[in-house]
């Protein structure tokens, strides 16, 4: 890991190596041109213009760096993460190196397992709409250390867990939304994630971490949140009815975003009035209980972003006293279905419609903890959404929160949550 007090600027002068030329390797790229440093080795897993692959001759580049700056997809633990270190190369992140020389009394870093995204944006739209100058981005859009990124009141960073690894020199404040399973391999094991993630919490520098009262895993971490805790109770906060969110994990999000902005020192954010009027510029994100159509008066809501089972149960708590059909599943990457079927146990009026590709596991994962719940295997999206769609009528809910990615068959969740759209348009609208 790069040392403490260098950041971007630090650079000059190493032979640097950039390894993964996606959205962060691009924006990597692009800052160091705009510093004027020529990349010794640019490395991605397949060569293209003045790209080496990293198994013919890319890894020999890279082990010839000072420094190199890896994109958040390649884990620290794996090889050939681990051969760089062991010959003394720096590994560094795009964030931990913009984190050295921020303005950081004015950065706020949020993560979570999950509602990071949603957070993040809420609280961008109240900065924004209270009358401070917000950068939003990270790990939800643009990166801080892009050339050309204006000079900003707060900046308000989503931070991944992978990330919070990369990071040495911490903002002022941080904010933690949830915690359960995810990226297991990536961290080796579900520990190493929690390890990782949090490890934001305790950075130099940190002031403040904001996260929610009475979380139950949080609790079971809380030593690892550090000794500057703000825990944000739930409770009702009419100002947030403008921002147009679905359940209460989405006020939990406000509440914290909220709680950010305050730490900030962002005039206006204790002010209810203000964060009312500024709540009322909020768009929703896609794809995180968003709610899409109609056929008849049975709704079709869109959570195709929600990959373990944590934001699968808070959405289907999103609607109570309605019939809820569920459709679940996607890649398989090992998490334990049982928390989401004893969850579900007790849910009344619910049918389960399982997904490839891990959609035969969760079906005899629900069948074995809680084998009151009706669950039914189906071949694909569209026949899960025309089972779903006769369920829940006359007047239910057909609900995409597949608790697990899209990888495998589809790109992405934002072509699952097309395939969901296209399938709710293709039902007969009589």
Known sequence: MIGAGTGWRGLAGLRVGVWGVGVEGSASLRRLA?????????????????VLALD????????????????PGISPYDEPARTLTAAGVRLAGGLGLWLEDAPRDRVACLTGTKGKSTATAIAGALATGLGSRAFVGGNIGRAPWEPGVEEADVYLVETSSYQAHDVTTGPRVVAVTSLSQDHLVWHHGYDGYVRDKLSLCTRPGVETVVAPAADAELERYADLLGPHVLRVAEAPA?????????????LRNALLAQAVLAAL??????????????????TPLPSRLTRVGAVGDVEFVDDSLSTNTLPTLAAVASFPGRRVALLVGGQDRGIDYAPLAAGLADVPDLLVLTLPDNGPRIASTIRAVAPGVPVEECPDLASAVRRGHAFAAPDGVVLLSPAAPSFGVFRDYAERAEVFTAAMRALPHG
Do not use: F
Not at 34 to 50: F, N
Not at 56 to 71: H, M, N, Q, T
Not at 238 to 250: F, M, Q, Y
């Open 34 to 50: 705009a510093d004027g440093v020529t990349p010794y080795a640019v490395v991605d897993r397949v060569a293209g213009d003045g």
């Open 56 to 71: 013919a001759g890319g890894l020999d580049r890279l082990l010839e760096c000072d420094v190199v700056v890896k994109s």
């Open 238 to 250: 009419p100002w947030a009815d403008g921002l147009g969110l679905i359940g209460r994990h989405n």
């Open 265 to 282: 020192g962002v005039p206006g954010a204790e002010d209810e009035g203000a964060l009312a009027a500024a709540a009322a510029s909020y």
